[in-house]
């Protein structure tokens, strides 16, 4: 292979990985410099002249000539005199010689590993390129065609054929995908794993919720309207924080939109998910309330050492501060940032169809009982209202012993 074919075949590659022409050329030149390195020790000496347009290359060795007799005759820039006459009879001592080398000198293994290092090298760039690109995009939206459908995984293109990754845990639950399909997400994190660029993305992030809200919502693009805070359980529920600094703005409107015109195309991309929008305010109690809507409380005792909150509630409401699953008051909980009990307000009401957790006491350990009163659960439905999960996690119990109770209330209903 001679240098013109070397070059032009790099050239062509490189300028289809876009791949602007100076780094093309310094590439080059890094490779031709290392393959001088290998066979000469050295390039101080050296000059690469190289026009990659016409596939041009030219290397230049460059030696001041001494006497045969001179002790600097080792040197890597010396040249005998008798040498030097080798390649023009009419040089004497003092001169330099420039001496051009062809790329045949270095020997045919040299050149097939500089044309294998040259194609590398582009596929190094184009990967740091690549990592690089998208670190500075993470936290935005972007679009991503499926190519392929994995078990824990769904693979896409993006516009310039890069490959996207969007783990089964970044998936709301309800997404279902297929071959082709068009699809929006956050790009999560990236990461280098030997070499390669891993971009990953989320649609479960409350960042992509936000991202969504400034692409539904103008006042929030434009900085008139503030998301102070997101929380999800993606697919099923979300509050949003939101505060304006202008009075003449309503924040809550503003994102809802006319007859909910801008949150409809909001849920429709998270796959129905609810999503509760909430004017901020510093009022903690105050907050506190909206963050439980739709449920109306009648009292409320805050406890900022503990990081708890008591709110009291018309029974009526229990179930909607509550929420399907819990979802309801574990969203409330992590955006006021303290734990939320629920306790009964009955105000001399009976209400017959729940059942109070002391009518248990013959099956269930006192202890037990009173650890779900700790959290705010006084009845029945109180607790059947919570997921398994919640129930643990809110509680000091075991998760064997929540199932008992689980079980002997259920069998009180059946």
């Given at each position: ?56 290359l030219e290397i230049w060795r460059f030696r001041e000539i001494v006497d045969d007799n001179s002790e600097d005759i080792w040197d890597h820039d010396k040249i ?335």
């Amino acid at each position: 292979m001679d240098h013109s074919t070397l070059i032009e075949s790099f050239a062509e590659f490189a300028r289809q990985k876009n791949v602007d022409r100076p780094t093309m050329i310094r590439i080059l030149e890094d490779v031709f410099r290392t393959m001088i390195r290998k066979k000469y020790k050295t390039d101080d000496n050296f000059d690469i002249i190289i026009n990659a347009d016409k596939g041009d290359l030219e290397i230049w060795r460059f030696r001041e000539i001494v006497d045969d007799n001179s002790e600097d005759i080792w040197d890597h820039d010396k040249i005998s005199l008798s040498e030097a006459r080798k390649i023009e009879p009419d040089f004497e001592i003092g001169e330099e010689v420039a001496e051009e080398i062809k790329l045949e000198d270095f020997g045919r293994r040299a050149v097939t590993l500089a044309r294998q290092t040259l194609i590398q090298k582009i596929k190094d760039l184009e990967k740091d390129n690549l990592f690089l690109k998208y670190k500075d995009l993470i936290g935005e939206i972007i679009v991503g065609e499926v190519y392929q459908v994995l078990p824990k995984e769904v693979l896409l293109i993006d516009a310039e054929g890069d490959e996207l990754i969007l783990p089964k845990s970044e998936q709301i639950p309800k997404d279902r995908f297929r071959k082709g399909d068009s699809v929006r997400a956050v790009v999560h994190r990236v990461e280098m794993i030997n070499g390669n660029p891993k971009i990953i993305l989320s649609r479960t992030s409350p960042v992509f919720l936000e991202r969504l809200f400034e692409s539904e919502v103008p006042e929030v693009y434009d900085g008139l309207i503030t998301i102070k805070k997101v929380v999800r359980e993606p697919g099923e529920r979300a509050k949003v924080a939101v505060e304006s600094y202008d009075d003449r703005i309503d924040p809550v409107g503003a994102c809802v939109g006319m007859k909910g015109s801008r949150i409809h195309s909001i849920v429709r991309e998270l796959q129905n998910e609810n999503i509760d929008v909430i004017n901020y305010t510093d009022n903690l109690e105050l907050y506190i309330a909206r963050a439980l809507s739709p449920a109306k409380i009648t009292d409320i005792k805050i406890d900022k050492e503990e990081g708890r909150v008591s709110v009291y509630l018309k029974p009526d409401q229990v179930s909607l501060a509550i929420g399907k699953g819990g979802h309801n008051i574990k969203l409330a909980s992590r955006l006021v940032d303290m734990e939320i009990d629920v306790y009964r307000d009955l105000d001399g009401e009976e209400v017959e169809e729940d059942v109070d957790l002391e009518e248990f006491a013959d099956e269930i350990d006192d202890w037990v009982i009173d650890e779900f009163k700790r959290i705010g659960l006084d009845t029945a439905k109180s607790v059947l209202a919570l997921s398994k999960d919640e129930l643990v996690r809110r509680t000091d119990l075991e998760e064997e012993t929540v199932e008992d109770v689980l079980k002997i209330i259920r069998q009180e209903f059946e």
